[in-house]
């Protein structure tokens, strides 16, 4: 299958579908980097309140609202 197939058929997914396979390659793309699962598990597993981000702080880092608003 060429790629302008493989896109041309992702194109056609329902988006429900489209989000599931973008999370199967993002896991993907994860389990290639070497060390990614205990990188992701020790911030995880982290519980110093100083490295705590408020739901504000969140949505800012995000993008999900503007300085200000």
């Known amino acids: 299958m060429s790629f302008e197939t493989l ?3 992702v ?3 329902p988006a429900e579908a489209r989000q599931k396979l973008l ?4 896991t993907l793309q994860d389990a290639g980097q070497a060390g990614y699962a205990a990188k992701l ?3 995880i597993d982290d519980s110093s309140p100083e490295r705590w981000l408020t739901a504000e702080q ?3 880092k995000l993008g999900l609202v503007r300085d200000g608003q």
């Open 41 to 43: 598990a020790e911030k």
């Open 11 to 13: 194109q056609a997914l």
């Open 7 to 9: 896109k041309a058929e």
């Open 23 to 26: 999370a199967y390659l993002v």
């Open 58 to 60: 969140c949505e800012q």
